[in-house]
């Protein structure tokens, strides 16, 4: 053990709270096979969290025995996507803006080209392919990592309510956030999406007016235009917002009663 505590010495002297199966390789000047047991060893004691295949992240005091994943999400999707254009985004990023009521174990990540593993710091991640053009668009740099800002947060859950859990997590999302979206930056994102965008900033739109929630999203629809659904899984109507053109397959009460309002 004494020889793996001085690995973590080491790189915590040089400020480095993570490091790959190579460079423990070349500091036990050992086999892959040797370090890859030292380093489980760790595991078992709680000193270090492996991130993703081959990536490592050493454990705080006051976190020992924690995942990475829970005490610092940022932390560990950098750690696992390196280099590659990607963005913590729906679900995850709904709850690390603090809009849902109950915690979410699954990492839900947009990048640009799929990965070969499945988790992240023992955590089941969720890849969402996503292009380049618009993998940073209202996007923001959060420690390693980058993260749909409470604008894109919105947008996107309103986009894919199958990434988030359906009609009442973007209701309760919306509602949590009213005051603080920005309309403007939502007509850019509906913009950037095309039709399926426009699509989704007009499902805010007939929830914010509806609900009478203090959000101004307010796209100008026609008459011509096809009447979309609030939720595109279900082709159940219970009304049908004439404004915005969007078939509810839920009653408004049912939808108040989610808010609270």
Known sequence: MARQLELLDTLAAKGQTEFSLEEARAAFRASASATANALRRLQEKGL????????????????????????????????????????????????????????????????????????????????????????????EPVGRSWRSTLDRAIFEAALRLDLVGGIERLVEAVARS????????????????????????????????????????????????????????DDHVEWTDARYRVAWNRTVDELREVIGN
């Open 48 to 139: 270090v969290d492996r991130v993703a295949h081959g990536r490592y992240a050493m454990r705080p005091f006051g976190a020992l025995g924690t995942s990475t994943a829970t005490d610092d999400p940022s932390l560990a999707v950098g750690i696992a996507f390196e280099e590659l254009p990607h963005r913590i985004a729906y679900l995850s990023a709904l709850a690390s803006h603090d809009l849902l009521a109950h915690p979410v174990r699954t990492i839900f990540v947009a990048s640009v080209r799929q990965v070969r593993f499945t988790k992240i710091s023992r955590h089941p991640l969720r890849v969402i392919i996503e292009k380049a053009d618009t993998i940073h668009l209202h996007a």
């Open 178 to 233: 009213a005051a603080d979206t920005n309309p403007t930056n939502i007509a850019e994102l509906a913009k950037a999406f095309g039709p399926r965008g426009l699509a989704a900033q007009r499902r805010i739109a007939t929830l914010a007016r509806t609900l009478d929630l203090p959000l101004a999203v307010d796209p100008a629809v026609t008459v011509e235009r096809p009447v979309i659904r609030l939720d595109p899984r």
